[in-house]
């Protein structure tokens, strides 16, 4: 069964400071793969998604995250943090061929120091 | 605008009622999704449908029940026989099965025991 890890359950970063989310994953085929951001009392908004070609893909906000097969990892990065960027991020890997069912990571929750 | 409507965003429940929470999409997403979110415990799955008329259990699925008449209509009824009830919960749609498009989210609804 797939399953999806996200090592770092809180993060902090200064504000202009750069950010990595890390995200890995188990899945037998090759993945498709989510990055979501929860801001407190809302619901989850995308911010990009993988399905294949370019391992390096861009989303909203200025995120980016980058697949390495190799490493079973999807990681999250930001080259300079808002002090909106404060939220909750998860990954996420779909099911695909099995009822379009994703399977979320734990999440993390992110900080952002003055 | 399409997207996902969750009603009411603040509920209160007296212990021993039955509540109704209502998620209807206009997006024409076939399958549908109810989550919980607890503090520090990310999301779990209690139902979800991938068509009308059809449902399956999710991972927590004991003292909820669900009803798939409409496409657009997915609403979670929480039952007295829930023991701890006071969570966040999220609907979720998604498009075509299998092709791993990911899943759009309401805003969800915060329901607390009184």
């Known amino acids: 069964a797939q399953s999806v890890t996200q090592p770092d359950i809180h993060i902090t970063v200064s504000e202009g400071a750069s950010l990595e989310l890390r995200c890995n994953y188990s899945?037998?085929?090759?993945?498709?793969l989510f990055w979501y951001v929860q801001s407190p009392g809302q619901g989850l908004q995308l911010l990009l998604k993988y399905f294949s070609g370019d391992t390096l893909v861009q989303g909203i906000k200025g995120f980016e995250a980058e697949f390495k097969r190799s490493q079973s990892s999807f990681n999250l990065r930001k080259p300079s943090v808002h002090w909106s960027d404060a939220a909750e991020y998860f990954c996420a890997v779909a099911t695909v061929g099995a009822g379009n069912m994703l399977t979320f990571g734990g999440g993390t929750r992110l900080m952002v120091k003055p | 605008d399409g997207g996902i409507t969750q009603s009411p965003k603040y509920l209160f429940r007296k212990e021993g009622q039955n509540v109704t929470l209502s998620c209807e999409q206009n997006?024409?997403?076939?399958?549908m999704y109810w989550y919980r979110q607890d503090p520090g415990q990310g999301l779990r799955l209690i139902y979800y449908s991938q068509i009308v008329n059809d449902f399956q259990k999710g991972d927590i699925a004991e003292g909820y029940s669900v009803s798939r008449e409409k496409k657009e209509s997915f609403p979670l009824t929480v039952t007295s026989a829930q023991k701890n009830p006071t969570a966040f919960y999220l609907c979720?749609?998604?498009?075509?099965?299998?092709?791993?498009?990911?899943?759009?989210f309401g805003s969800g609804t915060r329901l607390t025991v009184v």
């Open positions: 979720a749609s998604s498009a075509d099965r299998g092709r791993g498009y990911g899943y759009t």
């Open positions: 899945y037998g085929a090759t993945p498709y």
């Open positions: 997006l024409n997403h076939d399958a």
